[in-house]
């Protein structure tokens, strides 16, 4: 089987350059590489090529369209028998190619999704992002978790497709808000067999502080519901969670200015869920300091999200506003 890696790129030559490395040892080498620059800045022609001779590597420069519509440019010049996307904040576990190769080969699935993970390099707040976005309390177990609730969907920091899907769906329709959701729905709607392979992972770098951090994901919480203006019976309760936590919160607060007869009930939910997050990372990451910085993680990542899919709620599902 032939990979076709595609990685759109925008403004960041360092991060491209970490993720070509992690490619270079490979211990499956059947694989190209297109690498889509989308109307960067600060382009990355000279780090990609610094890999010429060590990787079947293709650099491409257009305007830009977002990352939906670059991995369509990437589809339509690739020559594999199956395209592999990844985000390029990501570093690549070196048996990654052999272990998806292995896992089509016994249970061939046309289109897949891997989770990912915090790499030992990465920052304590890096970690604790990483924490809050693959943890049971937080994301429910939805984003590459073998005990996910519905569907899996792959997302597009680590997916495949065959070609055979890319030849009859087609690629993204939309190129931001959910594109690689609605493309993961609208694949499964065309009968196609999707699965996640939990053993091959990525490490993720996400966001390297915790601002940049709340507008990713004050973005994901508006992209939740573009999605639903495509699939309206794919908006499933757990999407509302956090923007209940979120009134909850805020709930709270009213309770303890007022002292109200609920506010110890209140106090108390808040304080174990506060505790379950706490001890939970403590036992994954087996650090106090990232055990913290998870406690804030896990609010900004419910209250961030909250808060766009009740924007986006309120605007384009009560309101009608496209």
């Not at 592999?84 to 046309?110: G, H, R, T």
Request: glycine share 6%; aromatic share 16%.
């Amino acid at each position: 089987m032939f990979f076709s890696i595609i990685i759109p790129l925008y403004n960041r030559p360092q991060e491209i350059k970490e993720l070509l490395e992690t490619l270079t040892v490979q211990t499956y080498k059947q694989f190209e590489v297109l690498v889509i620059e989308d109307g960067s800045d600060i382009d990355a022609e000279e780090v990609v090529k610094s890999f010429s001779d060590k990787l079947d590597i293709k650099y491409f420069v257009k305007p830009n369209t977002g990352q939906g519509f670059s991995r369509n440019f990437g589809f339509e010049r690739a020559k594999g028998d199956y395209f592999v996307v990844f985000d390029s904040d990501c570093l690549i576990p070196e048996n990654y190619l052999q272990i998806v190769k292995d896992s089509l080969a016994k249970n061939y699935v046309d289109a897949y999704g891997g989770p990912d993970a915090a790499h030992p390099s990465f920052t304590p707040v890096q970690k604790a992002i990483s924490y809050a976005m693959t943890s049971p309390f937080t994301t429910g177990g939805i984003r590459g978790n073998k005990k996910g609730i519905g569907q899996f969907h792959p997302r597009s920091f680590n997916m495949g497709i065959s070609r055979k899907v890319w030849e009859k769906a087609g690629g993204f329709i939309i190129t931001r808000l959910g594109e690689d959701i609605e493309y993961s729905i609208r694949i499964h709607s065309m009968g196609f067999k999707i699965g996640l392979i939990p053993e091959a992972k990525v490490y993720h770098k996400r966001r390297t502080n915790f601002l940049k951090f709340y507008k990713q994901l004050h973005f994901f919480g508006r992209a939740r519901i573009n999605v639903y203006k495509f699939f309206p019976n794919e908006l499933k309760i757990v999407h509302f969670f956090p923007a209940i936590f979120t009134l909850f919160l805020l709930f709270t607060l009213v309770t303890n200015i007022f002292n109200w007869k609920i506010t110890e009930f209140c106090n108390f939910i808040l304080a174990l869920f506060i505790l379950l997050i706490f001890f939970h990372s403590l036992i994954e990451n087996k650090s106090v300091k990232i055990a913290f910085l998870s406690l804030i993680a896990s609010f900004i990542q419910l209250i961030a999200y909250g808060l766009g899919f009740m924007q986006d709620f309120f605007k384009r599902v009560l309101l009608k506003i496209s």
